[in-house]
């Protein structure tokens, strides 16, 4: 089992950046696939994108060249580095993992970190 908690979501207007972080615990001897993924009101989840045990990492077309994910294996931390936010990026952002990046589905989950960015 893997307990996520994130952190550091909150308020900006368009442009600005903000940065998110996921706190592993419990069974983090192993290594994850971990990602981002978020909702908007009335709207489906999307994949915001990942980083591989190896440190390779993956975009959504509509974040790459903004978004930037990191993670820090001694301090067990993933990291979402957002800069020049969108209205549109206005959303609950969840942290989550998986054993290995190409399985469909995520196994855990965070609790999400609410980004709202104002025009």
């Known amino acids: 089992q893997v307990q996520l908690v994130e952190s550091g979501g909150g308020s900006v207007q368009a442009g600005g950046s903000l940065r998110l972080s996921c706190a592993a615990s419990g069974n983090t001897d192993r290594s994850y696939c971990m990602g981002w993924i978020r909702q908007a009101p009335g709207k489906e989840r999307e994949g915001v994108g990942s980083i591989d045990s190896d440190g390779t990492t993956t975009y959504a077309d509509s974040v790459r060249g903004r978004f930037t994910i990191s993670k820090d294996e001694s301090k067990n931390t993933l990291y979402l580095q957002m800069n020049s936010l969108k209205p549109e990026d206005t959303a609950m952002y969840y942290c989550?993992?998986?054993?290995?990046?190409?399985?469909?589905?995520?196994?855990?989950w965070g609790q999400g970190a609410q980004v709202t960015v104002s025009s």
């Open positions: 989550a993992a998986k054993e290995l990046c190409w399985y469909p589905a995520w196994n855990y």
